[in-house]
């Protein structure tokens, strides 16, 4: 066996299950606030587009995809990260792929050298655990940066020295965070794309939250927007990751894309290739009538505005949370051990929740995560005002 499997740490649901072993909760329905599966409904024109092309099952597809889902996804590129729409070629700019879990993690394993000294991968901390694992079976080293209140829950890149740049392969960058909601901006990326063109690594941008957002005024910024506007067209070093599992409420379609430097991604789909994971034409032709609609994504945000409204009305006076720049969770301090929190909540109000030191790693004596709860708004706006009910009830 791949002895780097020893290394991988249990996934936070399993540590879950065994933080509630052998409690019987409180007889109430359950609710859970914990995993960040979208619970809104698919819309039709998707169900639709995969219904009507049912017969693309008798045909093998290729790892590249259609031209015609490769250029609708560099149309909405352009339009949606005001990128000059001839800087982006849909056949050396874009890949679709099986949602952005598998192509995060797949990613590690073709873009690192393992044969270079020291090879390291630099992450937030909390953060999403695909990177970790990626980066020890990759056979790299992760590096983890604190996200805390005095970051704005981002990572603060001038406090890395110079070393642990020179070792960086790879850097992930998760914005909007998961599980904070926190946005970098164009200055903090700008200075990213800097840092690589001077140390030599790669910016690996996930942005499957992009689209969740409160201000219609203010969409999150996007890696290869801010390297478009300061001259880098070719998008050396940068690759983004898509999906349309929070985007269009279908994380059961797996389907996703990654878009950027063409060198990079000639090298990844060499890899697919022998990887494996071609999209089925059905998906295909349902993710390209997808991301050519914009209607079923405004109504999205629409109704997420709504619950953070009605939770945050109930939750603010009595807790230390507070409304996130995007996605949809709530990064909640909860001023006490959060495995206890997480146990007393389940026991007491049949109410999920994830302690926020599963999603971190303590690293000089901090874990971002100690005392915080990840709250996923991803029910409906009853189930989850009921949830703050709950917490409301718990806490007074």
Not at 159 to 186: F, R
Not at 212 to 235: C, H, Q, T
């Amino acid at each position: 066996m791949n002895p780097d499997l020893s290394i991988l740490q249990p996934y936070p649901f399993q540590k879950i299950a065994s933080l509630k072993s052998g409690i019987k909760p409180a007889d109430k329905p359950m609710l859970s606030l914990a995993i960040g599966e979208p619970k809104h409904k698919t819309p039709e024109i998707i169900l639709k587009a995969m219904q009507n092309n049912l017969s693309g099952l008798a045909n093998y597809p290729l790892t590249k995809g259609s031209l015609s889902l490769r250029t609708a996804i560099t149309q909405w590129l352009s339009w949606r990260f005001h990128i000059t729409e001839n800087h982006l070629d849909a056949e050396k700019h874009v890949l679709p792929v099986n949602g952005t879990r598998e192509a995060l993690f797949s990613f590690a394993q073709a873009v690192i050298d393992r044969t270079q000294k020291n090879p390291s991968v630099v992450m937030p901390n909390p953060f999403y655990q695909i990177y970790e694992g990626a980066a020890f079976l990759a056979g790299a080293t992760p590096v983890y940066l604190p996200c805390t209140a005095e970051t704005n829950f981002v990572p603060d890149f001038s406090q890395v020295d110079s070393k642990t740049w020179d070792d960086c392969q790879l850097v992930y960058l998760c914005s909007p965070g998961n599980p904070t909601g926190a946005v970098v901006n164009e200055k903090q990326i700008e200075q990213l794309l800097n840092l690589a063109e001077k140390h030599d690594f790669i910016i690996a941008s996930d942005e499957c939250y992009s689209e969740i957002y409160f201000d219609e005024n203010k969409p999150p910024v996007g890696l290869l927007e801010v390297a478009s506007k300061f001259g880098n067209n070719d998008f050396k070093r940068c690759v983004v990751f898509h999906s349309l599992s929070k985007r269009s409420n279908a994380p059961g379609l797996r389907s996703g894309f990654v878009a950027g430097d063409a060198e990079i991604l000639e090298q990844f789909l060499l890899y697919r290739t022998y990887h494996g994971c071609a999209m089925s034409p059905p998906v295909q032709e349902a993710s390209q009538v997808a991301w050519g609609d914009e209607k079923h994504v405004l109504d999205n945000r629409i109704q997420y505005r709504e619950k953070f409204d009605a939770v945050l009305d109930i939750l603010s006076p009595v807790m230390d949370v507070k409304k996130p720049q995007a996605s949809f969770y709530l990064w909640a301090d909860v001023g006490m051990d959060d495995e206890k929190f997480t146990r007393e909540i389940y026991a007491k109000e049949n109410l999920n929740v994830v302690p926020g030191s599963y999603l971190s790693r303590e690293v000089n004596g901090l874990n971002p995560g100690k005392n915080r709860v990840r709250m996923a708004l991803v029910a409906s706006l009853d189930e989850c005002t009921e949830a703050a009910q709950r917490i409301k009830h718990y806490i007074t």
